[in-house]
């Protein structure tokens, strides 16, 4: 009996260890972990592991586990290895729980991405959806929907990404207030990346400024050569290389061990490098190519690899070295193109069609010009401002929610420090003010979504630069027989930013929306339909005054400069006919468009009822 009673009592006490050491862990993991820059080193994950053995079906130990496997995997050379073993872990994970499986899928995730194998990753959504519609808690889900969000926007699935992102957001007010500013920061950063992809360059600047801010009051700098890295790119592409711009890319290289030099950092030495080719200073910007070309073959990431060499070829032909440089430059592109989104194939077809033309290849050029456009109205016909109008005010809720919860939390740490007979007081009064401030902040929050949205829906209808109507605004516009629709594009408008930068490419889109509103009728439509192109709707004009009006708007460019440049456009004007659809229209002015170009540029192409088509210089 004696021994029995022994046994009973080790058994518990046992099992009573446990119950406190796996909490424990967990504590201990969450504290390491910074997703997806800071893990648990081998060494102390063995640990964890040596301790959970007892309780090897526990979620904690399949998460020890996962973590394990995801460290040795990361290394390019037992990346396969890494796979297998982690799906051998899940099949395991299946029998056990559902936390247990999305610990196993949560670092499968993080293995594609670092991969880059993005179309494996985002094909594990519907089997991660599935399981974070059971009961799982906030950190699980939001870890799993950061990853997804993660996925679909390397992958180019913005909207879907935005969403992701706004439900991992949505569950950092249920998480424990330890390591909030991080997670706020992280998800910071994915918004600006989506905004600049969108082209929303201001809004990206505006969201990293505010994250580096807070990074710096809080002492949290494991982001910031990312955030440095994505304000840098934003603003170049809103401002040019600017000196700022510069100090950005300079700040993401930083490093104080050389060992830690990774995939960020690689980038800013890219950019660093692409920003002094722009600027024709080739002897700098090689240099800076070649430390990231060093960085990446040590990563093994060769997709940055062809991005960094075809820099260098470009670098070789504006040298005059264009036997050398244009193969360099073909190789990479072809070697990366299916790899990246849209909108970098656009820019890397807009530096080949450049080397062309300085080769004196017009014909390729002309080739490679006509599959930018394409691209380019692949890339716009993302619904982007819907995505940030709708996306975006729920996330700016869910922030202004987010501050408020953090202050009340504030406010309950400080009450704790009082007596108890102060704090009854205090709790009294405070739940009553935070009644009351909560009711006007509600009241205000209601108030300053409406008046978002009513801002915003009036800005996603209009260009930001040149305050003229864009193309959504097209869908709300009524079309007629004898209207007559014409396409206008810059000539050479990317060698105009490269040479005078982008302010001045910006003055020339400006000062071009203020002749084009001046040249046609008060009845007319200006759009700005994307980049350096234009759409002019002129309102019942009939075929016998369509030479007429075409031959103002070729007077309204040609006599005076444009933003003390000279300027020329190209394009293609059709009549719409009886039951005509706008999109066939566009279609054939956008046809009639390459045909001028084609030709020589600075013309319009006008096709006739005919069928003949008249050329106007």
Known sequence: MYRVFVVFFLTVLSWHSFAERVPRIEQQLDAVIQWPLRFPDTAQLAVWEQQLHAKSESDTWFRVQA?????????????????????TLLRQAEAMSTEAQLEVLNALLELYL???????????????????????????????????????????????ALQRFLQAHNEIVLLDLQGTDYRRQYLQLQLARIQSRLQNYQYAIQIV????????????????????LVRGAAAQMAYGTTDQVMADFRAATTVRDPQELGRVHMLGFNNLG???????????????????????????????????????????????????????????????????TPGTQGIMLGHLADAYHEAGLFLQENQ?????????????????????????????????????????????????????????????????????????GALLAI????????????????????????????????HAKGDLLVLLDVDHFKQINDRYGHERGDAVLTELAERL??????????????????LLILR??????????????????????????????????????????????????????????????????????????????
């Open 67 to 87: 973590l394990l496997l995801l460290q040795q995997a990361l290394v390019p050379q037992q990346k396969q290895e890494g796979f297998s073993a982690l799906q």
């Open 114 to 160: 670092h991969h880059q194998e993005f179309d494996a990753a985002v094909a594990l959504q519907p089997q991660v959806q599935a399981l974070l519609e059971q009961d799982v808690g906030p950190r699980l889900q939001f870890q799993l929907r950061l990853q997804l969000g993660r996925a679909l926007k390397a992958s180019g699935q913005l909207e879907p």
């Open 209 to 228: 400024s505010q994250a580096l801010d807070a990074a710096q009051a809080q002492g949290l700098d494991a982001l910031l050569p990312e955030l440095y």
């Open 274 to 340: 692409a920003v002094h080719l722009h600027r024709r200073e080739f002897e700098p910007a090689l240099t800076y190519l070649e430390q990231g070309i060093a960085i990446a073959e040590r990563l093994g990431n060769d997709r940055e690899i062809h991005v960094m060499r075809f820099n260098i070829g470009y670098v070789l032909v504006l040298q005059g070295q264009t036997d050398q440089g244009l193969p360099m430059m073909e190789q990479a592109y072809a070697a990366f193109a299916d790899k990246t």
């Open 368 to 440: 490679v010009l006509r599959q930018q456009r394409q691209i380019r109205d692949q890339v716009l016909a993302i619904e982007r401002d819907r995505v940030f109008s709708e996306l975006q005010v729920q996330f700016e809720a869910q922030e202004q929610g987010l501050r408020i919860q953090l202050l009340e939390q504030a406010n309950a740490l400080r009450d704790e420090r009082l007596t108890r007979a102060q704090r009854e007081r205090t709790l009294y009064i405070g739940l009553v003010t935070i009644l009351l401030l909560g009711l006007t």
């Open 447 to 478: 108030r300053q979504v409406r008046r978002l949205n009513a801002q915003l829906d009036d800005l996603s209808k209009r260009d930001p630069l040149t305050q003229l109507l864009n193309r959504r605004a097209l869908s709300a516009m009524g």
């Open 517 to 534: 509103i001046t040249a046609v009728r008060k009845d007319d439509q200006v759009l700005r339909w994307g980049g350096e192109e234009f």
């Open 540 to 617: 019942g004009v009939g075929e016998h005054a369509v030479e007429d009006n075409l031959i103002k708007l070729c007077n309204a460019l040609r006599f005076e400069p444009i933003a003390e440049l000279e300027v020329t456009a190209s394009g293609g004007a059709v009549l719409l006919q009886e039951g005509q659809a706008m999109q066939q229209a566009l279609q054939q002015a956008d046809a009639l468009l390459y045909q001028a170009k084609a030709q020589g540029r600075s013309q319009i192409h006008y096709q006739a009822s005919d069928g003949l088509v008249s050329v106007l210089r």
